[in-house]
């Protein structure tokens, strides 16, 4: 069997418009270990069904979600039985992680169909499917849906630990990376610098990936960098390791007004010793990650999907494969959804006897 990358091509450098970029970054990985031990199998081409999850850097949370669902929800042609060392996902699916910039390109995609699922934000969900915010001017991207609410991603703000930097305010003049461009972790720095009394242009802007930006702070080249991730964040996670760091509070009237203004946000606190140094517990704020996919995805393949994702045969693997793994349960699927459902989806939740708000049906 073959993993097909076609109409995949590598990154390019040359600046493009951002709708033409999309894909283009992609790195097809994160294969799931079941499709490794099956590549001799004998069954044809067509008896397989490939399905792609976005998520972002290979350094951050979404890279490793990704993984972890493409792993829960496969079952290659040939595995053994749920329960006798096989795939517990759906029969024939083979599931991908596929790295990209982020949330922004991962709606995109997804809506122009180079995607069939992937991870995202609410908030930058909302604006896609809303035609507002950051896509105001836009037309709607109506065929977007959800599969699940998954973890809360919070907002982290990551400085030297021996520097000068104690507050969001500190940053005025300074190096700060914020996220990629096609990233969500871009556009909520900048809702954040915002609520601070901050423009971009207040700043020194950086706009490099991740773990180059987990590199830049330790190098000197940075003064901070912005964040959000299910903690920890394998990048600031290794940081951590190596240099002192510290991770600066968004709270307060800050936290205040970006409550006030976004539905989509909520309170958090990253708890202490999350990492390496950080003995203190920072209190921030938060949106939900969702999985989302099209409406052109077939009902009865979203359903089980969905079903898969919830057995009881692949908690452990949602427990063991990441610390936020552990927060991803049937009981909060549905909080802080800010899309309708795919019908296939919804049909599970219906099946499962879950009440289900109107505005996502």
């Known amino acids: 069997m073959r993993i097909s990358t076609s109409g995949l091509s590598p990154r390019q450098e040359a600046p493009e418009p ?34 792609r999850i976005g998520t972002a850097a290979t350094a951050g949370t979404y890279f490793q979600i990704g993984g972890m669902l493409a792993n829960a929800i496969s079952k290659p042609p040939g595995s053994r039985e749920c329960g006798h060392g096989g795939g517990c996902g759906v029969p024939d699916l ?6 990209t910039q982020g949330s922004v390109e991962n709606v995109m995609a997804v809506a122009a169909g180079r995607l069939e ?11 896609a499917e809303t035609g507002t915010g950051l896509f105001k001017g836009d037309a709607p991207l109506i065929n977007l849906r959800a599969i699940a609410a998954l973890y809360p991603e919070s907002a982290h703000v990551v400085v030297a630990g021996n520097g000068p930097i104690r507050s969001l305010g500190d940053l005025k003049g300074k190096r700060v990376g914020l996220g990629e461009k096609e990233s969500g972790t871009i556009v909520d720095a900048r809702l954040i610098l915002d609520a601070a009394g901050m ?32 903690y920890p964040v394998p990048a600031i996670a290794e940081l951590a390791t190596t240099s002192s760091v510290r991770l600066l509070p968004v709270a307060g009237d800050v ?23 950080v003995t203190m517990e920072t209190p921030t704020i938060s949106a939900k990650a969702l999985w989302i996919v099209s409406t052109e995805v077939p009902d009865d393949l979203v359903y089980a999907i969905t079903g898969a994702l919830w057995r009881d045969a692949n908690r452990r693997l949602l427990d063991l494969g990441h610390p936020m793994g552990k927060r991803i349960t049937l009981a909060t699927a549905l909080d802080g959804l800010v899309l ?20 996502i049906q």
């Open 18 to 51: 951002r709708t033409s970029r999309l894909a283009r970054r992609a790195l097809l990985a994160g294969l799931p270990a079941l499709l490794l031990a099956h590549m001799g199998s004998a069954r044809a081409e067509d008896d397989v069904r490939y399905f």
């Open 94 to 99: 083979i599931a991908v992680a596929q790295a």
């Open 117 to 127: 699922s992937a991870l995202a934000q609410s908030d930058i969900a909302y604006w």
């Open 199 to 230: 423009a971009e242009r207040d700043v020194k802007a950086d706009y490099r990936s991740l773990s180059l930006a987990a590199q830049g702070l330790a190098q000197g080249e940075l003064d901070a960098f912005f964040l959000f991730g299910g």
């Open 255 to 277: 936290a205040d007004r970006l409550l006030a203004r976004y539905r989509f946000f909520s309170r958090d606190t990253i708890p202490a010793d999350t990492y390496s140094g």
């Open 340 to 359: 309708h459902l795919h019908p296939g989806a919804l049909r599970f939740y219906r099946e499962a006897g879950m009440a289900i708000p109107d505005d």
